[in-house]
């Protein structure tokens, strides 16, 4: 590796009809439905976002895959991470793009893969008129038999040439590392020992600041009350040394939002949001929660700081979650920040996580639109090409 930073784009797979997704929202419900009703909430909220170069398409079809690839790269992108999701029980959904990028060695683009390994309920992917949401797919850890079974899947993308790899292993990101079962990482790693493979590189999403009572690495209960805002490095610290990760994915919107307003509003508004169903107007200026994002602890050689270019949740959630003032400028000052953090890392681990690639409905992607262009595409070539 040289000195640049590895920059490894989220990637969402929810851009084709599936089974599932018609019987719960509708024929030919994608990340797009979403997407294509948005309306803007007050004056000057930038709703509805609509894809420029690529259009609204469909990840069934191969010449989009290699587009993206090509746009990636060109933005000194190293790579897609995956969503993949297995329920348990061998139960997938929205695995097709992948396995097709998988058979078909196209593109040839580096990739890794990232368990979202939450349930689906009937406000993941929409609003659906509630807050209080429904089971649709629960997640579950089902034991040895079922870690082996999705092992065994994961292997074949493993030994693929185009794996991304850390320190020789290929990496793997759990989206909830808090919920995952102690004795997964272990058996995991003995498998892919035994397997010829020099291991798995194991990274946990995490909130910089979080309200989980956590068990230290020393016996000790810890809690700070309502999302602490100076203490990522305890979070960091129960990713690796008591979940057993190798690294943590660091992400700082809460700390970032609370910091922006303060702790009582934040606590406030999560309360009449998700206790009382009440619709509570939640805006942020980008600029400013951007200020908060990122901490110390992001230094570290074990954290991985994630790259945040928008943020708008309205499409799937309403009035909560949107980061107002996001444009490619700003982004780029982001950038910078992120870059300086990681500069003195060993080479394979200057990772900076982009959330996101293509989570549309979030407002959270860097892929062309009508408004921006390849402006945040472009912000990324231009701050990667001064790190060359």
Partial sequence: MDHKARVIAFYLPQFHPIPENDKWWGKGFTEWTNVGRAKPLFRGH???????????????????REAQAEMARDAGIEGFCYWHYWFGNGKQLLERPFNEVLASGKPDFPFCLGWA?????????????KQRAEMIVEQKYEGADDYKSHFQYALTAFRDKRYITVDGKPLFVIFDPYQLPQDFIPMWRRWATEAGLPGIHFVGYTQNSNNRPLKLADGTNYSKGFFATDEAGK???????????????????????????????????????????????????????????????????????????????????????????????????????????????????????LKSWNEWAEGNYVEPDLRYGHGYLDALKNCLADES
């Avoid at 390994?117 to 008129?129: A, C, E, I, K, L």
């Avoid at 700082?252 to 606590?267: H, I, L, M, Q, S």
Wanted: aromatic share 16%; net charge positive.
């Fill in 46 to 64: 930038y709703q509805p976002r609509v894809p420029a170069d690529l259009g609204y398409y469909d990840l069934r079809l191969p010449e989009v």
């Fill in 235 to 353: 979070y960091y610290d129960y990713v690796v040394k008591v979940l057993g990760f190798d690294a943590a994915v660091g992400v700082g919107t809460w700390r970032a939002e609370v910091c922006a307003k303060n702790r009582f509003w934040f606590a406030l508004q999560r309360q009449l949001t998700y206790r009382l169903n009440m619709k509570v107007r939640n805006v942020y200026d980008y600029r400013k929660v951007m200020k908060y994002y990122y901490v110390e602890e992001d230094k570290r050689e074990n954290v991985y700081p994630t790259l945040l270019p928008q943020w708008d949740r309205s499409p799937r959630s309403g009035l909560n979650g949107i980061y107002h003032n996001s444009r490619p400028e700003y982004f780029e000052k982001t950038l910078r920040t992120a870059l300086e953090l990681i500069s003195d890392k060993q080479p394979e681990h200057r990772i900076l996580f």
């Fill in 117 to 129: 390994n939450h349930s689906w309920r009937t406000n993941t992917w929409t609003q659906g008129g």
